[in-house]
C-alpha cells in the first residue's frame, strides 16, 4: 500500500475548512478533533449555530460503494426510529469528495459511553441490540466484507508474519501459539450460521447514552456476519458472571428479535479474531504517528509477552463449553 492509505498528510486546517464551506456550512468555532484513529473526525459549531460532526475516511479503505451503503444502512435504522449516528443528505447525496478525500456531515450528537454497571441496563442494552438487529436481517449487504477466517485471521497472520514490531526475543514464543490457535480458529463453522447485516464494532465505546436513549455510532465496520458478533463483545469477566450478563442481554434482546441460540458455540472463536485482527489492523496502521501517539505501548516488548499469555489463554477458551443461557 501507498502511503497515502497510512495517512492524512494533505488534510491540513486550510483543506479541512475548505471541505466543510463546499457543503455550504462555515464554521464559526475551531475544529475539536473527536477519538477516532481510522479516519478523521471533528466537531465544530457553525453559523447556523448548531453543532455538526464532519468525518473523513482513510484513503483507500472503502470503495465507494461500500461506504454509501453503511450511509444506508445507518438511514434505514433511523427512519424505523432506531437512535444512531446517520449523515446528513446534502445535495442529494450523504457522500462527498474534496481533493482526494471523501467525507460526510452529521448533525453533532451528545451524550457519553454507556457504562453497563447492572443487569437492567444489559437488558435495555439488548432490547436496543435487538431493534437494531430486527430492521438489520431484512435485507443484506451487497458490498460491505463478510467476517470470515480469511480476512480476520489468515490475512492478519500475514500481516504479523512480516511485521518488524513483534520483539526477536518473543517471536519464538509468539508464533508457537498463534499458529496453534489460528489452526484451530480455521475450523469455526461459520457457514452453518445465518449471516445478516451487523453493526461489526458493536462494543460500549460505540454506544452513547443520554437523557434514557441509547444511539449506536461509528458503523465504519459494519458487515455481514453471524447476530452473535454483536452481542458478545459486552461480555466482560469470569464465566459465571459472563453467563450472567448475556442472560440479561438476550432476554432483552428478544423482545424484538429472535435469537438462536446455537451461536453461543462461536462467541469464543469470534474472540480469538478479534484479538489476532487487532494485533494486525495495529500492525498496519502504524505508519500512522496518530496510532504511534495513541499506542506506545504497542511496540514494547512488555505488550508482546502480554499477548503470548492472551493467546495460551484464548486457545484454552477454545476447549471449553460454550455459555449457556440459565433460562
Not at 434505514?76 to 447525496?93: D, F
Not at 514464543?173 to 451487523?198: C, G, H, N, S, V
Request: glycine residues 6%.
Amino acid at each position: 500500500m501507498s502511503q497515502r492509505d497510512f495517512a492524512f498528510q494533505g488534510l491540513d486546517p486550510d483543506t479541512l475548512i475548505k471541505a466543510i464551506e463546499a457543503l455550504g456550512f462555515y464554521p464559526t468555532s475551531g475544529l475539536l478533533a473527536l477519538n477516532s484513529y481510522e479516519n478523521r473526525v471533528y466537531q465544530f459549531v457553525a453559523d447556523d449555530n448548531q453543532r455538526y460532526v464532519v468525518k473523513f475516511y482513510r484513503p483507500g479503505r472503502w470503495s465507494h460503494e461500500q461506504i454509501v451503503e453503511e450511509h444506508l444502512f445507518t438511514q434505514e435504522l433511523l427512519e424505523h426510529e432506531i437512535p444512531v449516528a446517520a449523515p446528513l443528505t446534502l445535495n442529494g447525496k450523504t457522500l462527498h469528495d474534496f481533493q482526494g478525500y471523501s467525507y460526510c456531515l452529521f448533525p453533532s450528537i451528545g451524550g457519553r459511553a454507556f457504562e453497563p454497571d447492572n443487569l437492567d441496563q444489559l437488558e435495555r442494552l439488548g432490547r436496543q441490540i435487538g431493534r437494531l438487529h430486527s430492521v438489520a436481517r431484512s435485507d443484506d449487504f451487497n458490498y460491505r466484507e463478510h467476517i470470515s477466517y480469511q480476512l480476520f485471521v489468515q490475512q492478519a497472520r500475514q500481516e504479523l508474519a512480516v511485521t518488524e514490531l513483534v520483539p526477536e526475543a518473543i517471536k519464538t514464543a509468539f508464533f508457537a501459539i498463534l499458529d496453534p490457535l489460528a489452526q484451530r480458529l480455521k475450523a469455526t463453522p461459520l457457514d452453518e450460521f445465518p449471516f445478516q447485516r451487523l453493526h461489526g464494532d458493536c462494543h460500549i465505546g460505540n454506544i452513547l447514552t443520554w437523557n434514557d436513549q441509547l444511539t449506536f455510532v461509528d458503523f465504519d465496520d459494519c458487515r455481514m456476519g453471524p447476530a452473535i458478533q454483536d452481542l458478545w463483545m459486552m461480555l466482560n469477566g469470569p464465566r459465571a458472571e459472563q453467563t450472567i450478563q448475556l442472560d440479561a442481554l438476550i432476554e432483552g434482546y428478544e423482545e424484538f428479535c429472535s435469537f438462536d441460540k446455537s451461536q453461543l458455540m462461536l462467541i469464543e472463536p469470534l474472540r480469538g479474531f478479534r484479538i489476532i485482527q487487532y494485533m494486525a489492523w495495529l500492525s498496519k496502521r502504524w505508519q500512522d504517528s496518530a496510532f504511534q501517539r495513541a499506542f506506545p505501548w504497542f511496540a514494547e516488548e512488555r505488550y508482546w509477552e502480554q499477548q503470548v499469555l492472551a493467546l495460551k489463554e484464548q486457545l484454552a477458551a477454545l476447549d471449553e463449553q460454550p455459555l449457556k443461557l440459565g433460562f
